[in-house]
C-alpha cells in the first residue's frame, strides 16, 4: 500500500512509545487502527452518558489517529490510487468525526467506525507472514 514511517512519530505523540520500539511497520499501523477504534468507543459512550468534556477529547484523539497517523502514513507517489483513494476516505472520516463532535452525532461516529473497521480488516488481511493465496 505504500506507507511511511510516521506512525512511530504518531504514537509516541500520543504517548503510548513503549509500545512503538521494536515494532514493525505493519503493526504500528494495526496499534493505530486500534486505538482509533477505542477512540470512537469512548467518544460515543461519552455522547451518551452526557459526558460532552469526554467525547471532545476522545473524538479530537480519533480525529488525530486518522489524520496524523493514518492518513500521514500513506505514500502517495509509491501507493498510486489506492493511496490516494484512502485518503480521500480518511479526510471524509475526519469531516464526519468533526460534525459529530459538534452535533453528537452518534450515526456518523458509528458510520466512521464500520469505515475504519473495513480498511482494518484489509489491513489485517496483508500482514505479513501471512500466505497470500489469490483466490
Avoid: C
Avoid at 6 to 11: H, R
Avoid at 83 to 88: D, E, M, S, W
Avoid at 105 to 129: Q, R, T
Amino acid at each position: 500500500m505504500g506507507f511511511t514511517a510516521n506512525p512511530i512519530k504518531t504514537y509516541q505523540n500520543l504517548g503510548i512509545e513503549s509500545e512503538v520500539r521494536g515494532s514493525d511497520p505493519h503493526h504500528l499501523i494495526v496499534l493505530l487502527f486500534d486505538g482509533a477504534i477505542a477512540a470512537l468507543d469512548k467518544g460515543k459512550a461519552a455522547i451518551i452518558d452526557k459526558r460532552f468534556g469526554d467525547k471532545s477529547e476522545a473524538l479530537t484523539k480519533a480525529v488525530e489517529i486518522i489524520n496524523d497517523g493514518l492518513s500521514a502514513s500513506l505514500n502517495l507517489q509509491e501507493g498510486g490510487e489506492l493511496a490516494a483513494n484512502l485518503k480521500a476516505l480518511y479526510n471524509y472520516m475526519v469531516s464526519r468525526l468533526i460534525h459529530a463532535n459538534f452535533k453528537n452525532d452518534i450515526p456518523a461516529i458509528d458510520e466512521v467506525k464500520m469505515l475504519i473497521g473495513e480498511i482494518f480488516d484489509a489491513w489485517k488481511s496483508i500482514a505479513p507472514g501471512k500466505q497470500q493465496t489469490g483466490r
